[in-house]
């Protein structure tokens, strides 16, 4: 019963390579996140969707393209993929902040994906 | 504009406490804070939202001050269990949340 599960946890890639990552949660909530996470551990928002519309796009290179085809999914694909590309990746869900609902606000992270390009 | 933590890494015997701050140059919406074990995703501890809120469960509690600037994290009596890193985010006027570098907690025997 894993609440934000992504896919693959591991991936290993050549420079120039098109690659994809899945996620799906299954706890309801409207709103979905990509986040890169470097060698530093620095947590950088890349993209937001609320209900499958797009609210958050970073400064983030164009090869980088979000798709989310329902409010329970948000996949990333990447084209072309770069030295610098290699990170931890992490999809992360939350609900709105409810005054009687303990826990609401919070964002939920997946397990992440590790993503090293070769 | 991301949040400020200090210190950057601390530690500690079990049993000792600890506080970790989390400083904004802009009054903020919410603050957030999060704790990463080694090799695992950011876990969510809590949310504040008002200024001059205080809240927690167990020995571990948060403060968020009147401007909303200033956030600190208190970890009393800390246990093994509390080494990792922690996080606080903030969020301003859109919906980003934005997170801080940081803090390194470790907890030895």
């Known amino acids: 019963d894993t609440a934000v599960s992504q896919t693959p946890k591991y991936l290993v890639t050549q420079m120039g390579n098109d690659k994809s990552i899945k996620c799906e949660q299954n706890l309801g909530h409207d709103t979905m996140y990509w986040y890169k996470q470097d060698s530093k551990k620095f947590l950088k928002i890349m993209f937001s969707?609320?209900?499958?519309?797009?609210?958050i796009n970073e400064t983030v290179p164009n090869r980088f393209s979000p798709k989310s085809p329902d409010k329970a999914h948000l996949n990333l694909h990447i084209n072309s993929l770069e030295l610098g590309d290699s990170a931890v990746y992490f999809c992360?869900?939350?609900?709105?902040?409810?005054?009687?609902?303990?826990?609401?606000?919070?964002?939920?992270f997946g397990s992440g994906t590790r993503l090293t390009v070769v | 504009q991301q949040p400020v933590q200090s210190p950057q890494a601390v530690i500690l015997r079990e049993g000792e406490d600890a506080v970790i701050n989390c400083s904004s140059s802009k009054a903020l919406y919410s603050v957030h804070w999060y704790r990463q074990k080694h090799g695992e995703a950011p876990v969510f501890l809590m949310i504040l939202l008002k200024g001059g809120e205080q809240k927690g469960h167990d020995k571990i509690s948060a403060s968020f001050n009147e401007k909303k600037q200033q956030s600190s994290l208190y970890l009393t009596a800390s246990q093994l269990s509390y080494s990792g890193t922690y996080f606080c985010?903030?969020?301003?006027?859109?919906?980003?949340?934005?997170f801080g570098k940081g803090t390194k907690l470790t907890v030895n025997p």
């Open positions: 992360a869900s939350s609900q709105a902040w409810d005054r009687g609902r303990e826990g609401s606000g919070g964002y939920t």
């Open positions: 985010a903030g969020q301003g006027g859109s919906e980003k949340l934005v």
């Open positions: 969707y609320n209900n499958k519309e797009l609210i």
